[in-house]
């Protein structure tokens, strides 16, 4: 009987009928096995699986899949250089709303403060039409999540 | 002699002059090496740090040390679900200012194309001044990174 699962198989042992990586692990994956092995090991993942409740095992091995990749990708910083990346997008665009509120409240001020106006001289609004693009890839430290802040100063 | 770094301490070896842990586990934490072994394992740690250029494995250090406090606090999504955040955050910053530049747009024609108004009657904009705390915290799937997409559907 060949019904081992990808995690089995890749481990060359016998896969019993409650394995813990079988729902998770196909057999005709290999690779998304391989890729999370060579991050967490076969010992680490189980320990994870095995302290979560059934219905959000599928759910932990994908975000660990998707962190093995990054991992894989990129040894130095992993998905950590994403989160870093997508802070310094939001304090950019946070930057572009604070200019663009300052530019409204001055138009309101125009229109209903001074009826007169014809030819408003608008002040110089900086960072308007940067694109979020332009934001440079330096990695200097990632950005802090909700709860746990690295030990680097940010 | 008692200078083993705190891999070494944990793992109950002696500490080899060139040994790859040392330099980022010092002995006096070893809870930083703690955390991070019962993610990825001391052999998963050695080899990748073997893999990365010398002056970059601090900052590697930092980086999986950062995805396994995650991991801990979070073993389902880890710091998967802070990309996703990051990412809805993203997301209903950039409606904020569509909204906010269409309400720009409207403000300029009625300054420079009807000079004669004097009561403007606004357009009506969704969402210009929700909070970015308003979003929500469902974890449906973590959001795209630059190069690796999940396997899921966005």
Known sequence: MNSRC???KYLRRRCPP???FSPYFPSNNPQRFESIHRIYG???IGKILQQILPHLRA???ESMYYEAQCRLAD???GCVKIIYQLNQNIHHVHNQLANIQAQIAFYNAQMHGNNQIQNAELP???GFNNSLADQGN???HPAPPPSIRPPWPM
């Open 6 to 8: 990808a995690a089995c």
């Open 18 to 20: 409650d394995c813990i």
């Open 42 to 44: 076969a010992s680490n």
């Open 59 to 61: 759910e932990a091995v």
């Open 75 to 77: 040894p130095v910083y």
């Open 124 to 126: 110089a609004f900086v």
């Open 138 to 140: 330096a990695f200097p």
